[in-house]
């Protein structure tokens, strides 16, 4: 039985995976999120020292505390020797091994692709090679994208992590584990997979990227890229310069006043509260980005970088998780927040009050039918605002496509009228809605998954 744990911190809304591999006294700490808490609880409660911090790579879809926790404990931090840095390092590069103890080690595997200096790192312990921290490389299933520094560069970096995918199988044996960092809802991944574990044969079977030929890899790679978050801009050269402490110390509440000046100034002030609670009630001129979904995600791609951000939730707590998930992705401080109810929000006015018509895929089959609900206003527009790629496997005949991401700066590209809006879901959906009617727009949240809608008798259509 191996005496090498390996403990998951997983950060779901962003869709990545931190670990901490330990032999019940020291710990290596992969890839950490910002929020280094978490890491240091967690080695609290297992009673280790963490002595070393890894970089897989220089981070595209959130800030790394990684440089934080290495200072704040002492460990060797572990960044690729190429990487140009703002801050002291071991730099390692490839064939670099390293011993973490008596019984455990690493070692240091280039495996490009996913950037141009990618590490893997292969932990070993006392029966031989225990698995493999793959980052951005080889995922469950699929591998990272390849045109996060560019879309000039994305062919060349998807033949290089075939190549490196193809190298980390033939240096594991089948058994081996695969422990990526994305690939649970990162747009750092190609595609996404489901599987909470993996192994090395496991990928052998069911990985295109060692199932393929080099040239049909990259093709089927490359076709499959939609968007990414444009946050992403800012966290390579964050990572490069060295992110210091996180703060999540509780932000200045404001009150009705405030708030009333903050949505006239066109700020983005934020309502966390769910969906449905949003469209019963809600403070005029606010924006829906429930916490029960990706809220940093959303909202960090489609806010302009730098505005200030108000979190309205129904309690502390509720603000401070959505503070912690945007601290995550550079959002460093809230411009405020306030918690309560959209009553108190609007100290007492019901003029400052709204909310918001919901429909289904039926009501709306219903109404271009002639057989509108009473409730609902007819709709002049169909607006879906699903990514690329879903569109184009199927969408509402006559609707009109602007992804969600480009919401903000085509609000003049939505025909008149009123707007019936649908996502995949529901919950981008909620944040179109709300960002139309901040516009000034009429609008109809269509809350119901997009599979209900051939059922409910609209025509689907890829034309």
Known sequence: MSTIHIEVVATSSLGDRSYLAHDGQVALVVDPQRDIDRILALAGRLGVRVTHVAETHLHNDYVSGGLALARLTGAEYLVAADETVGFARRP?????????????????????????????????????????????????????????????????????????????????????????????????????????????????????????????????????????????????????????????????????????????????????????????RHLTGTLSFGLDGPMATWLAWMAPWGTPITLLGEDADQVA?????????????????????????????????????????????????????????????????????EWRAGHVEGATHIPLPDLPSRLADVPGGTVWTHCGSGYRAAAATSLLARAGRRVVHIDDAFAAAGDAGLTITDA
């Open 321 to 389: 998780a959505a503070q912690r998930e945007l601290a995550r992705i550079g959002i460093d401080r809230p411009a405020a927040t306030a918690t309560g109810s959209p009553e108190q929000w609007a100290g007492g006015q019901e003029d400052r009050l709204d909310e918001l018509p919901v429909a289904t895929f039926a009501d709306l089959a219903a109404a271009r039918a002639g057989r509108a609900p009473a409730h609902l206003p007819a709709p002049d527009v169909v607006l879906d605002v699903r990514m690329t790629n």
């Open 92 to 280: 390692i590069a490839d064939g670099d091994e390293i011993a973490l103890s008596d019984t455990m080690s690493v070692k240091a595997v280039a495996t490009p692709g996913h950037t141009f200096h990618h590490l893997s790192y292969v932990l070993t312990g006392p029966g031989g090679p225990e698995g493999v921290f793959t980052g951005g490389s080889l995922l469950f299933g699929t591998t990272g994208r390849t045109d996060l520094l560019g879309a000039q560069h994305a062919h060349a970096l998807a033949h290089s992590q075939h190549t490196s995918a193809r190298r980390l199988a033939d240096l594991l044996p089948d058994g081996a584990q695969v422990w990526p960092t994305h690939g649970f809802g990162s747009f750092c991944s190609a595609t996404q997979s489901d599987a909470p574990a993996s192994t090395i044969g496991r990928e052998r079977q069911a990985n295109p990227v060692l199932r393929l030929e080099a040239d049909d890899f990259v093709a089927q790679t490359l076709a499959g890229l939609d968007a990414y978050p444009a946050y992403y801009a800012h966290m390579g050269p964050r990572n490069a310069e060295g992110a210091g402490p996180i703060d999540l110390t509780p932000v200045q509440a404001a009150d009705p006043d405030r708030l009333r000046e903050r949505i006239a100034a066109g700020e983005w002030v934020v309502d966390l509260r769910s969906r449905k609670a949003f469209a019963t």
